[in-house]
């Protein structure tokens, strides 16, 4: 079983940065697909980008592309989501999920593992 902890979100002003942390338990990270996916109220939870297992290529929706990076410490069984410029609209609670095959998905329903979710608030 695959245990993912969120950390790093909060309240930031539109314009500032925060950095999400997600540790995961289990000896096969590497090989994962970890990715962070957000859940706005009322809305569904969609994803804002992954990193591949084995290769770390990445991927990212068109909402977070220029502003987020993703990256993730195998050494430490950690992905890490940046997000700069940010937006009210980036407020939602964004989510650590994590997928055993290594070729990634923008599907939630593909994902095994998630994490309980950390509130990111952007106040304009």
């Known amino acids: 079983q695959v245990q993912l902890v969120e950390s790093g979100g909060g309240l930031v002003q539109a314009g500032g940065s925060l950095r999400l942390s997600c540790e995961a338990s289990?000896?096969?990270?590497?090989?994962?697909?970890m990715s962070w996916f957000r859940q706005a109220p009322g809305k569904e939870r969609v994803l804002v980008a992954t990193t591949n297992g084995n290769s770390g290529s990445t991927y990212y929706a068109d909402s977070a592309k220029g502003r987020f990076t993703i990256s993730r410490d195998n050494a430490k069984n950690t992905v890490y989501l940046r997000m700069n410029s940010l937006k009210p609209e980036d407020t939602a609670v964004y989510y650590c999920?994590?997928?055993?095959?290594?070729?990634?998905?923008?599907?939630?329903?593909?994902?095994?593992?998630w994490g309980q979710g950390t509130q990111v608030f952007v106040s304009s």
């Open positions: 999920a994590a997928r055993i095959n290594p070729y990634g998905s923008t599907r939630a329903i593909d994902y095994e593992h």
């Open positions: 289990g000896r096969s990270f590497s090989t994962y697909t």
